[in-house]
Nanobody
Framework: QVQLVESGGGLVQAGGSLRLSCATSGRDFSGNGMGWFRQAPGKEREFAATINWSGRNTFYADSMKGRFTISRDNAKNTVYLQMNSLKPEDTAVYYC??????????????????WGQGTQVTVSS
């Protein structure tokens, strides 16, 4: 059974940092593109960051560039999202996702086949 399990969310003050982790199991995703998405209350889920299989190619939503860093450790089957300079508008449930058949990074939600349950990030002002 394939599982993606996010962790590392929580409550943080504006300007603070959090590091989210996404641990995968049940399948080897070391050759697959991975991504992070988020959904704020009352809003649709949106793209946050993505990384290709090797970790060499990464892309970010404009609002997260320079503040968020996506990385991966294929030996540990884990993808990370380092979030710095957090703002109240970053408050959302953050989801990890994996592509089934491609090693490239993607901003497109529909190109992901596996999803985690999400982890809540709350940024207070």
């Amino acid at each position: 059974q394939v599982q993606l399990v996010e962790s590392g969310g929580g409550l943080v003050q504006a300007g603070g940092s959090l590091r989210l982790s996404c641990a995968t199991s049940g399948r080897d995703f070391s050759g697959n593109g991975m991504g992070w998405f988020r959904q704020a209350p009352g809003k649709e889920r949106e793209f946050a960051a993505t990384i290709n299989w090797s970790g060499r190619n990464t892309f970010y939503a404009d609002s997260m560039k320079g503040r968020f860093t996506i990385s991966r450790d294929n030996a540990k089957n884990t993808v990370y999202l380092q979030m710095n300079s957090l703002k109240p508008e970053d408050t959302a449930v953050y989801y990890c996702a994996a592509r089934s058949y491609s090693g490239t990074a993607s901003e497109r939600e529909y190109e992901y086949d596996y999803w985690g349950q999400g982890t809540q990030v709350t940024v207070s002002s």
